[in-house]
């Protein structure tokens, strides 16, 4: 049971991540330098947490992602009139089989969000070799995965801060100064009327994740706080 304990509180305040994790590494090696190591340890900064180290659990478990409501995502649209009349019309023209047809573009992320597994498994084994060693792409069929992976990418760490600013999404306009466009991305090219239903892009909605799901595991590394 004591060891059962250390294994609930490893989790509960760190995740499913081992103590050779290459970020926890470079922690601990911070540690153990001399000013440090003189001076505090990690029990001290459970202690010092406001509220004590039973907070300092408590939070930790607070910030474990669930369920999409744990995200606190907030869209910010910035189409104009005529942008956001094209954006319906996409969503029109990409079939009944997309599920895009008359939704909003925060209902199409979330979904996007909710869903697990991989829309393109081959395409995605394809690219294992270019995505951070951290990421434990085996988990993919978790149904918190892309949640984790979305907040990791957009935060630095796969969970939340309760106290801390939204997620914001924007949908903005093509020629936008921070967007880059889609264009020449093979996999949402925007001249290909339709998809071949007996190939693994079978369909937009397909590509949409799949292209969305790529987007966020490169991203992941650029910036951590695991």
């Not at 304990?5 to 490893?10: K, N, V």
């Not at 001076?39 to 509220?51: E, N, P, V, Y």
């Amino acid at each position: 049971h004591r060891s059962l304990g250390w294994e609930m509180l490893h989790n509960a305040v760190i995740g499913p991540f081992n103590r050779e994790n290459a970020y926890f590494a470079a922690f601990y090696e911070g540690f153990r330098m001399p000013f440090c190591a003189e001076t505090f340890d990690i029990c001290d900064i459970a202690r010092s947490f406001k509220g004590g180290a039973e907070d300092f659990v408590r939070t930790a478990e607070l910030s474990l992602i669930t369920e999409y409501d744990d995200l606190h995502v907030l869209y910010v649209n910035q189409l104009g009139a005529t942008e956001l009349q094209a954006f319906q019309n996409a969503c029109a023209d990409s079939g009944q089989s997309s599920g895009f047809v008359g939704k909003l573009f925060s209902d199409i992320f979330r979904e996007f969000l909710e869903e697990a597994g991989a829309p393109c498994p081959e395409m995605l084994n394809s690219l294992h070799g270019r995505f951070n060693l951290a990421i434990r792409v085996n988990d993919i069929n978790d149904p918190t995965f892309r949640m984790k992976m979305f907040c990791w990418a957009t935060t630095g760490a796969p969970r939340v801060m309760r106290e801390g600013e939204p997620i914001r999404v924007y949908l903005v306009e093509d020629d936008d100064e921070s967007y880059m466009g889609l264009s020449d991305d093979p996999v949402l090219a925007t001249d290909r009327p339709t998809y071949d239903p007996s190939t693994e892009l079978k369909d937009a909605r397909t590509a949409v994740h799949h292209w969305l799901l790529v987007q966020i595991l490169d991203a992941i590394g650029n910036y951590n706080t695991l």
